[in-house]
């Protein structure tokens, strides 16, 4: 039985691996595909089944039939870049506060309020987008860069305290301690002596908030008309009643392609272990 157990544990990471990339790997080999390659039936080796064309790529950035889809991946980056930010630092002070301090008003306890960031993210999208469109439409703020920020942080934000509190909690409080001996203040002691040693957790948060962040497409497309457009709207008025298999499937490559890098970047910065030496 011992002998079994790695070859059963390659095999099923071996059926996960194809399960996962299986898509991806139809996708790359229908985005080099014309019309009839695609409505000719299953084929998957070019050159032999199927001559590989590039019209898919072309059509994404601003070929016949296409879009350009370069002006939304600016903005989808603007937006996931600048509201991921607003919440890595918001989100990270108020988890702080929540880990090392202990807060009661009346029955209102710390976990209550961690549980009431958490219940932000169960609260289905289409309660809150009538609420958001009217605040952005009072403040003058619809259809633009900056409230569609804004809107978003309010996603994000639970996220990054919920991630923070669970990795601040598992910092040893005597590095806290240290740091008031050394002469550090409450809000010195987070910037200089915990936050060095929070780059996995922060890695963590920040990942969250740019997947979710980067794939938000109801709120983009309540909040924006015709002055801003995302990635994942520029995708979706693609499709039509005859669905350009080769166009969407290039498109959706192309939109998945700076999380799939980000993530192999970010990987270094998961490993754990940083707190060695960090208690005298």
């Known amino acids: 039985m011992p002998r079994l157990y790695p070859a059963f544990k390659y095999t099923v990471i071996a059926l996960w691996a194809c399960f996962v990339a299986g898509p991806f790997m139809w996708a790359a080999t229908t985005s080099f595909k014309d019309a009839n390659a695609v409505q000719g039936g299953a084929t998957y080796l070019p050159w032999l089944q199927y001559e590989p064309t590039a019209t898919g790529w072309r059509n994404i950035f601003g070929g016949s ?15 996931t870049v600048a509201a991921s930010a607003i919440s890595l630092v918001l989100g990270s002070l108020a988890a702080y ?3 090392r301090f202990r807060y009661r008003a009346g029955f209102v306890k710390n976990s209550d ?4 960031f958490v219940s932000q993210r169960i609260m289905p999208p289409v309660v809150l987008v009538v609420p958001f469109f009217y605040l952005l439409q009072v403040a003058g703020l ?11 942080v309010a996603l994000l ?7 923070m509190v669970d ?19 409450p809000l010195t002691a987070f910037t200089r002596a915990i936050l060095p040693n929070s780059l996995p957790g ?3 948060a920040a990942m969250f908030c740019a997947v979710f962040g ?5 709120f983009a497309f309540r909040l924006t008309f015709t002055e801003i457009q995302t990635l994942p709207q520029a995708i979706v008025a693609l499709n039509s009643s005859i669905p350009p298999w080769w166009t969407l499937s290039a498109a959706a490559l192309f939109g998945i392609s700076p999380l799939v890098l980000l993530a192999i970047w970010v990987e270094r910065y998961l490993s754990k272990g940083n707190l060695s030496g960090a208690i005298r």
């Open 65 to 79: 039939g296409g879009v350009d889809v370069l002006g939304p991946f600016l903005n989808s980056a603007l937006v």
């Open 97 to 99: 506060g929540l880990s």
């Open 113 to 116: 309020i961690v549980f009431f």
């Open 142 to 152: 619809l259809d633009t860069v900056p409230g569609l920020v804004i809107v978003t």
């Open 157 to 163: 934000l639970p996220i990054a305290v919920w991630v």
């Open 167 to 185: 990795f601040f909690n598992g910092i040893p409080r005597e590095i806290d301690e240290m740091a008031m001996l050394d002469g550090c203040n």
């Open 202 to 204: 922060l890695t963590v």
């Open 214 to 218: 980067w794939n938000d497409f109801f």
